[in-house]
């Protein structure tokens, strides 16, 4: 049986929400790149600040979003069920123990920083896993999506920060593959989602394509940069490498954002009214319905 | 236990909107909020097509995901099933609105009227200053069924213990009460008719019943 549609496009969140989602990704990804060059004896205490200022940003977006911001206390008050609150707990202890990692240039404190990140980011899959209004964050496959793309995005702004040696480009390059292999299983989970059609069809809009194109432009220059910082012999100039890193990084990022983007603000169609039969009207007998009232 | 219920007969609506206008009238829901609708759908394919009014709102559901994502605990559940929202504690963030496979949340950031910067009369003396940022949606005239209750009438057969929809719906259609009153009206009309309720898959338990009997699968 077909009907008319009547699903509508959720009204409440718009970009500053997505802003929370793309501040929390990159941030969270920028934060566990950071700390894995804190093992590895590598300078992070940049990387990881930068990494706090956008999960900060992304969480500010969200405070001018909400209607009551001078309420915002109260999000902390629903831990068993809620992964809003989760999100915030998460975060008021992420932020200063970051801040005190980049302050006293500790590993430890990075690591527990990278953990709390990851953390953060599982809070915001689950958010979006746990709205079931809208089949298009439903889904299954979304969950290993917005990991995979902070992860991505993260790393790529690693990249820009001026990390671009073989090990944080192969690094970068398996958080593209992995966003890559996760947006395409979360396409094919659309397509089997009859609930999820018309968010299927926001993802073929031009916007839609654009931030695709991107996204698999910065996969090819992240592998150009990896290839060229893995047979160049020595002596060649570093310059070729560098700024194909760099593309990579920007687009790595900018295409995650777009996504993000348009699947909180665009994607996301509330569950239409589905009716599994239809009525035959005037068929209502007699005492199945009538005056409900003992006395008017 | 009481848990109270609302049933739509589909094969009674018209899709008068006289609920709506109650409901809106009663409740001083501001312009574009409506916390009942009634939709208008075309099912089928030509030339088999029908129409039907389909009642909506919120269904008041015994596992509500809007409860379950609400990071202040502002949404509650009464222990006659009617879910709630404390206006003190929302922080409007409209997660609930994610979350509600139905619909039926609302949230209006600023006081508008119906006809220009000013209120009416009316407008005056219904809009709620504390229901502005933070989510709304329909409460089963909660405060009809304490008053009414309180007075020993019996919502769903006293219309002063009734939501306003109910009371107003021309055809009979719309119909309220206590699902655990075994022998009473509402068990009863659903004993005697086929019903569905909406989205079951989701395992929300809505407390909205939709009677289709004798129609077409
Ligand atoms: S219909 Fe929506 S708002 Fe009402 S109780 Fe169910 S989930 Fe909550
Ligand atoms: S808008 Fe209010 S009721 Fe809805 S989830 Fe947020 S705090 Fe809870």
């Not at chain 1, 929390?24 to 930068?50: D, K, M, N, Q």
């Not at chain 2, 559940?77 to 979350?99: F, K, N, P």
């Not at chain 2, 329909?138 to 304490?146: K, L, P």
Request: with cysteine.
């Amino acid at each position: 049986m077909s009907q008319t549609v009547t699903s509508r496009r959720q009204r409440h969140w718009d970009l500053r929400a997505a802003g929370n989602f793309i501040g929390g990704g990159t941030g969270s990804g920028l934060i566990v790149v950071a700390a894995i060059a804190a093992v590895a004896g590598e300078p992070f205490r940049l990387p990881l600040a930068l990494g706090l200022g956008f999960v900060a940003a992304g969480l500010s977006l969200v405070w001018l979003e909400i209607g009551k911001p001078w309420r915002a206390f109260n999000v902390f008050f629903h831990p068993r069920t809620s992964w809003m609150t989760r999100e915030g707990i998460v975060a008021t202890v992420l932020i200063p123990l970051g801040a005190a990692a980049v302050a006293a240039d500790s590993v430890p404190a990075a690591v527990l920083a990278a953990l709390l990140a990851a953390g953060f980011l599982f809070c915001q899959a689950r958010i979006l896993r746990a709205a079931r209004g809208i089949p298009a964050w439903r889904q299954g496959e979304l969950m290993p999506l917005i990991l995979a793309t902070g992860l991505a995005e993260g790393s790529g702004v690693f990249l820009l920060a001026g990390a671009h040696a073989v090990p944080w480009l192969t690094l970068t390059l398996f958080a593209l593959l992995a966003r890559e292999g996760a947006w395409l299983a979360y396409r094919a989970g659309l397509a089997g989602t009859p609930a999820a059609a018309r968010a299927l069809g926001v993802f073929a809009t031009p916007p839609a394509r654009l931030a695709r194109a991107a996204q698999l432009a910065g996969l090819a220059a992240v592998a150009l940069a990896l290839g060229f910082a893995l047979l160049a012999a020595p002596g060649t100039p570093e310059l070729p490498a560098t700024l194909l890193a760099w593309a990579g990084g920007v687009l790595a990022a900018l295409s995650g954002w777009g996504v993000k983007a348009l699947l909180i603000t665009r994607a996301a169609f509330i569950r239409a009214v589905v009716l599994p039969v239809v009525p035959t009207r005037g068929s209502g007998g007699r005492g199945s319905g009538g005056s409900h009232a003992r006395a008017v | 236990m009481t848990r109270y219920v609302m049933v739509a007969d589909l094969r009674r609506c018209v899709g008068c909107q006289t609920c709506t206008a109650a409901c809106k009238e009663g409740n001083g829901t501001p312009p574009g909020v409506q916390w009942r609708r009634v939709l208008d759908l075309e099912t089928g394919t030509y030339p088999n097509v029908n129409r039907v009014f389909v009642p909506v709102g919120c269904q008041h559901c015994a596992n509500p995901p809007c409860m379950e994502v609400c990071p202040s605990t502002a949404t509650g559940q009464r222990a006659d099933g009617i879910v709630t929202i404390d206006y003190e504690l929302c922080i409007g963030c409209s997660y609930c609105a994610m979350a509600c496979p139905y619909d039926a949340r609302s949230m209006v950031d600023h006081a508008e009227y119906a006809f220009g910067e000013q209120p009416t009369a009316v407008e005056a003396t219904r809009i709620g200053r504390e229901r502005i940022g933070v989510a709304t949606k329909c409460t089963f005239c909660a405060g009809r069924i304490d008053a009414g209750t309180a007075r020993g009438l019996v919502p769903g057969q006293d219309p002063e213990a009734t939501p306003l929809c109910v009371n107003s719906c021309i055809s009979g259609a719309l119909r309220f009460g206590d699902i655990e009153d075994k022998d009473g009206p509402i068990a009863t009309l659903l004993a005697e008719n086929q019903w569905f309720r909406m989205h079951e898959s989701e395992g929300t338990e809505p407390g909205f019943y939709y009677i289709w009997d004798k129609g077409t699968l």
